[in-house]
């Protein structure tokens, strides 16, 4: 079965502080991995897309990781400020314009 | 970079009434849309998938008579919901995949549609 398993559900972090989201998934055939940022009432915004040969990507204080092998990704966020609260999904795309949404881990960072 | 454009943002209606839901992508061709439904708290949950000048491709317990898709245009879609009901109140996002370098490995959200039903 399909599936995308996103760890932990929550995470209450200090300004400043770095920190790190799991992303486990089944999906196969695997195409891409996207992780997503989406802030209360607004729709997710894509922070970086990773494809099989792609290891490590980073977009600004967001590094991800993917291991194609186990299955696995990683989302790292550094220096966090208090406008990175929000939810991190991570979606995993199959063939054919299928896509596994995580469930989300949301992030809330406390001054 | 590629964006979608969604409106309304929020829109509460008369139980009974219908609600069209706009999705524009604004610099590129959206090829293929996905509309969305999200409850308080829960994940994305994909409702149906339309190709331009195709019909919708609904998912199992969606009913298409209710949720009415239309994808004219390669950069204009909507979703009307029909005799909404309070049951229907909830977050709807569409997503819009297109062609090209950079286009072709996901897709761009729009930001949103609060649906409440009174």
């Known amino acids: 079965k399909n599936q995308v398993e996103q760890s932990p559900q929550s995470l209450i972090i200090l300004e400043g502080k770095n920190c790190t989201l799991q992303?486990?998934?089944?999906?196969?055939?695997?195409?891409?991995l996207r992780w997503y940022k989406q802030d209360t009432g607004r729709g997710p915004v894509s922070l970086t897309i990773m494809t099989f040969s792609e290891n490590t990507k980073s977009n600004g204080r967001y590094t991800a990781t993917l291991d194609a092998d186990t299955k696995q990704s990683s989302l790292h966020i550094t220096a966090s400020q208090l406008s990175d609260s929000a939810s991190y999904i991570c979606?995993?795309?199959?063939?054919?314009?299928?896509?596994?949404f995580g469930s989300g881990t949301k992030l809330n960072v406390k001054p | 970079g590629a964006v979608v454009s969604q409106h309304p943002s929020r829109v509460i209606c008369k139980s009974g009434t219908s609600v069209k839901i706009e999705c524009r992508s604004l610099?590129?061709?959206?090829?293929?849309m996905f509309w969305y439904r999200q409850f308080p708290k829960q994940s994305l949950m994909l409702m149906a998938t339309s190709n331009e000048g195709s019909k919708a491709t609904y998912e199992q317990g969606v009913e298409k008579d209710k949720f009415l898709i239309n994808h004219a245009s390669l950069t204009l879609s909507t979703l009307t919901v029909t005799s909404a009901h309070p049951e229907d109140s909830s977050f709807y996002i569409c997503s819009a995949r297109g062609v090209g370098p950079d286009r072709g490995y996901g897709y761009t959200f729009g930001s949103g549609t609060r649906l409440t039903v009174v």
């Open positions: 979606v995993v795309n199959g063939n054919f314009n299928k896509f596994y």
């Open positions: 610099d590129f061709q959206a090829t293929t």
């Open positions: 992303c486990n998934y089944t999906v196969s055939p695997f195409s891409n």
